[in-house]
């Protein structure tokens, strides 16, 4: 398979055409789409459109973006002007929404294709892709295994092929753990520096878009189109984009790389000594290995399961039936909000919702909610303290490589404990990402997570890259 | 009305008023869809205005320089602030949450003064987005309650509205009207708002309670959809009679908001206290703090316009009328003061100026299109009897239709000639030869008897003596 | 930390959220939330008496945009999505009662 950067290399001097890359792309699809169900939906008509305007300009001389060509898929919760836009549920099954996210404007810009709009865990709640309203996906590398979540669908469509990159979005670690239960590169960039206008929110204050793709420089590629400052998101940083395909070549000579000492328990042994290769690979590479301590680490799953809700369910109750998306009818308005969010929403949504709205209650806020804010900033401290002494921190991705359907559905808190590795950067806003670094005891991919602090994406793509050249 | 007019038994009345007023901006609080009032349905909407998934807030730069421009005139500190979400669900509210300012609001700890020295504390002043409107269809009263169905139109939704909360320093009904009155004066010359209240741009939520002086405040009940001045003192009253009845009824008042209702002049209960909505405020994680600069806040501060309230002081003392009067509250609302200055420069009488422009530059805007000269040449044609006070007038309604002129020229046209003082002392002579019983009656203090010799004067003058000459003429022939 | 949660507040708290359980959800629901938030009962032990709450994770202030019109979205288009509409509006059942 072609590399996005082969793609748009090829096409930009017509050694290629995007309509030929496409159709390849189209037939992969077309092969294993019905097994592994990455995709909510699959524009192929105006993809075509897209390929054939994109040769045609190519073809005219005139000057094509920085992704002319690449076929890209897009998680189901970012804004496309008329064109469905469901987050997996029920409730906006449908639903054409009237304007396109800042990011799908910037990858229409760059020449991208968009090839369709995938599966994800509903409004993005979820580890594993099983809480689709519109059912799960397959992990295309062992289809009895779930992709991860909730960016499901796009790492999916990455790894198996379907599109030479995808978006998703991150709240608490739905790219990075997909990308590893995948077998690809996923990228988690720093809060605000990738617009989030027009990603349907799931909480605000920890959302972020970032790239899936099966390489290190295919991603700092794709980053470096998807980032910058947008006067739309007023969270957004107001800098230009990081220049990070310039860095990959550096090495790791003289950087130190974090190693936690008191990492949560919980993690596969396997995956730990993937991540003590990561290590070795480092320093053999010129780096120096330093012990960081993060005690608050051990309390992320709890701030993150307050925070996260609390705003969860503040966002998802614009979902009322009265202006979009789909209403159950009922005699009086309060019976229609009810039978609408009740028909509406899956489980998971609804437990969170429950949560949120608890925590965020007369009498409760203090106790849950304001704690939580409480500790956030807790684990932002440790961090800050860590960065002193370090450049980089490595973790694994996740605890386990990807586990089988149904393993953990009727356990909200052990599908929970998938994203303790994953989410302390969201809480601090960091920049963080998972590469593949070998494969655990069941010959499945195994992610290595670099993390980095505030606008530390150079050096953490610096490491990265070294990972993947040692893997 | 004096102090308690309508409260018995030594019942207090206490209010406190929430005023709600729409900011003056082209575009919404958070998002670049028109600010407009009366255009079609859903014809300003945006992906922010009808939050849609996705959809990202950005605060209105112009919006807050507005909110400024108010807390300052009403003497707040502005300071820094924050932006929180308040939660229900209604369906004329888009993203289920309101966005406003809780602990932090931009303007804080102010005042307003009322005639007669009576401070008013301004708890706050901070900014929100406003809802969209519903319309109720079907059922018997096109009311809410009983409708069949409602249609909601979005074009007023995210309006960007300040929300000015009086601490509960207001005692009678009176003041709750000058109150409203004063505030609304402020906002328009300081381009806040057009404070239109009958287009529901500035709108009044009354919290009423009574006590016994020197017990503790009563239980409060809000009073909702209070959209004139007049209703505002009607709806007090109205409120505070019924919590007297209730309590020496041996009732209690229960905390909740009620509805006011115009037509029957009562309020009814809206919703009560016990099934009030928990709104689980949070800070808005889409928006970022606002710390105004003090250099920001200096220059609004500067740029600020003389106030309603030394205007009026300015008028008054220039016209030798009553600073807390209507010619001067009405004349500087109007914003013609300025204008009243420029006749007076122009050697027009002071007093005569501006009552002429009280009374009829009604529709005239701050800029008459009457010369100032010429208004000032009629006032002193009156003064100096060379007309009368009728013909006055008349003239006046010629000059406003002529946008100005000769005023001489247009008297002499109108046949108005004047009556010299040897003319009128003869038509006074005449009339008390003629009414010898109410001379005897007039000169023995009884002043209603001097209606009937100054009735018989204008009318064997055919209207031309000048009423006011004549009662000084009679007057000093009574002294003699 | 409050005591473990009731069904009552379960009830109220869907009723605040217009979400509509069944008792039989309700009562899985009870057990759910409350499992969660003993787990959550680790952050008990923290002193955060003098912890400056974070609720940003970039400290950002003052953005603003200039009061400047753009095009409004057409209402056709809009209205197309909406679960019902009539005369240019968005069409919802009756308020029973005061309870809004
Ligand atoms: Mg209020
Ligand atoms: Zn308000």
């Known amino acids: 398979m072609q590399k996005l950067v082969e793609i748009v290399a090829g096409v930009t001097d017509g050694s290629l055409t995007a309509t030929a890359v496409l159709e390849e792309h189209l037939g992969r699809i077309q092969a294993r789409e019905s097994e592994i169900h990455a995709f909510n939906l699959v524009t192929a008509d105006q993809a075509r459109e897209t390929a054939t305007k994109i040769d045609a300009d190519v073809k005219a001389g005139k000057k094509v973006g920085a992704l002319a060509g690449v076929p890209i898929a897009l998680k189901d919760n970012m804004c496309t002007r008329g064109i469905e836009t469901t987050c997996s549920s029920k409730i906006l099954q449908g639903w054409k929404p009237p304007y396109d996210a800042t990011v799908v404007t910037k990858l229409r810009q760059a020449g991208a294709v968009v090839v369709g709009k995938t599966n994800l865990d509903e409004f993005a709640m979820g580890s594993s892709t099983e809480n689709s309203a519109f059912g799960p996906t397959k992990n295309p590398l062992d289809i009895s295994r779930v992709p991860g979540g909730s960016s499901g669908g796009s790492a999916a469509a990455v790894s198996a092929g379907f599109a030479a990159a995808s978006l998703g979005s991150d709240t608490g670690g739905s790219i990075r753990q997909p990308a590893a239960l995948c077998g690809v590169v996923g990228v988690k960039p720093t809060y605000g520096t990738v617009s989030r206008y027009g990603l349907v929110a799931f909480a605000s204050s920890l959302d972020q878009i970032g790239p899936f793709t099966s390489d290190v420089r295919d991603a700092a590629t794709l980053l470096e189109v998807i980032s910058g400052h947008d006067p739309m998101d007023s969270t957004s940083i107001p800098q230009a984009a990081t220049s990070l395909v310039s860095v990959l070549e550096h090495g790791v000579k003289g950087m130190r790389i974090g190693r936690v000492t008191d990492l949560p328990e919980g993690c596969e042994p396997d995956v730990l000594a993937r991540l003590e290769a990561a290590f070795d690979a480092l320093r053999k590479a010129g780096a120096t290995i330093v012990d960081v301590k993060l005690p608050s680490l051990q309390y992320c799953l709890t701030a993150y399961y307050l925070i996260a809700p609390a705003e969860a369910s503040s966002n998802l109750a614009r979902y009322d039936g009265v202006r979009y998306g789909n209403r159950v009818e009922a005699a009086d308005l309060n019976a229609m909000y009810a039978a609408t969010r009740e028909a509406g929403f899956g489980e998971e949504v609804k437990r969170r919702i429950m949560l949120g709205t608890y925590a965020l209650s007369a009498g409760y806020f203090d106790a849950y909610y304001g704690k939580a804010l409480k500790v956030r900033r807790l684990i932002s401290d440790d961090f800050a303290r860590a960065y002193k002494d370090v450049d980089t921190i490595l973790t694994p991705t996740s605890p386990s490589t990807a586990f089988k359907f149904g393993s953990k559905t009727d356990n909200p808190l052990a599908m929970y404990l998938c994203d303790v590795f994953t989410i302390p950067t969201n809480l601090a806003g960091h920049p963080a990402m998972s590469v593949p670094f070998g494969v655990g005891a069941d010959s499945m991919p195994v992610g290595i997570q670099v993390l980095a602090t505030t606008m530390g994406e150079q050096a953490m793509f610096k490491v990265a890259a070294e990972l993947e050249r040692a893997s | 009305m004096s102090d308690n007019a309508v409260l018995p038994n030594g019942w207090q009345l206490v209010v406190g008023l929430e005023v709600h007023v729409e900011l003056a901006t082209k575009t919404k609080m958070f998002s670049a869809s028109a600010n407009r009032f009366g255009d079609e349905p859903n014809t300003n909407i945006d992906p922010v205005t009808l939050g849609l998934p996705g959809a990202l807030p950005v605060l209105n730069k112009h919006a807050v320089e507005l909110a400024m421009r108010i807390g300052l005139a009403l003497n707040c500190k502005v300071q820094p602030c924050t932006f929180h979400r308040k939660n229900y669900f209604y369906p004329d509210l888009p993203k289920a949450y309101q966005i406003t300012q809780y602990d932090h609001p931009l303007n804080i700890d102010g005042f307003l003064m009322l005639p007669g020295e009576v401070r008013i504390g301004i708890e706050r002043a901070h900014l929100e987005e406003d809802t969209g409107k519903s319309t109720h269809f079907g059922g018997t009263s096109g009311r809410i309650h009983g409708s069949d169905y409602s249609l909601i139109d979005f074009n007023r939704a995210g309006v960007p509205l300040v929300e000015i909360v009086s601490r509960p320093d207001i005692r009678t009904s009176e003041q709750a009207r000058q109150y409203v009155a004063e505030l609304r004066a402020i906002l328009l010359v300081v381009g806040a708002s057009d404070a239109k209240m009958e287009e529901g741009s500035m709108r009044c939520d009354v919290n009423v309670s009574v006590h016994k002086p020197g017990t503790p405040f009563g239980t409060r009940c809000e009073i909702k959809n209070v959209n004139s001045i007049r209703s505002v003192g009607r709806a007090i009253d109205y409120e505070a009679r019924r919590q007297v009845d209730l309590i020496e009824g041996g009732g209690t008042v229960r905390q909740e908001t009620r509805h006011w209702d115009d037509a029957s002049g009562r309020t009814e209960t809206l919703r009560t206290k016990e099934d009030a909505d928990d709104y689980r405020y949070f800070l808005e994680p889409d928006l970022v703090p606002l710390v105004p600069e003090q250099s920001w806040v200096d220059q609004v501060r500067a740029a600020l316009p003389v106030l309603p309230a030394a205007r009026r002081n300015e008028l008054a003392e220039l016209c030798g009328i009553d600073k807390d009067g209507e010619s001067a509250f009405v004349v500087v609302e109007r914003g013609q003061d300025d204008y009243v200055r420029q006749v007076v420069g122009n050697g027009g009488d002071p007093r005569r100026s501006v009552i002429y422009v009280q009374q009829a530059f009604a529709d005239q805007g701050a800029a008459p299109k009457v010369p100032a000269k010429d208004l000032a040449a009629l006032t002193i044609l009156e003064r100096d009897a060379k007309v009368t006070s009728t013909q006055a007038k008349t003239l006046l309604t010629d000059l406003i239709e002529a946008g100005g002129g000769d005023v001489v020229a247009m008297a002499a046209k109108r046949g108005f000639e004047a009556l010299d003082t040897g003319a009128l002392e003869a038509m006074v002579d005449a009339a008390i030869a003629a009414e010898p019983g109410a001379w005897q009656k007039y000169c023995d203090g009884e002043e209603k008897a001097l209606g009937a010799l100054v009735g018989a004067i204008m009318k064997s003058s055919k209207g031309k003596a000048d009423g006011k000459a004549v009662t000084t003429i009679l007057q000093s022939k009574r002294k003699k | ?100």
């Open chain 3, 1 to 100: 930390m409050p005591e473990q949660i009731s069904k009552e507040t379960v009830v109220k708290v869907s009723r605040l959220a217009r979400l509509s359980l069944s008792p039989d959800q309700a009562e899985k629901m009870t057990s759910q939330l409350a499992g969660m938030l003993e787990h959550f009962r680790d952050i008990d032990a923290l002193d955060l008496s003098a912890v400056e709450p974070m609720t940003q994770p970039y400290p950002l202030k003052n953005v603003m945009r200039e009061d400047v019109e753009m095009t409004s979205l057409d209402r056709q288009e809009v209205l197309d999505q909406a679960p019902a509409a009539e005369s240019g509006r968005f069409r919802v059942p009756p308020t029973i009662g005061f309870d809004v």
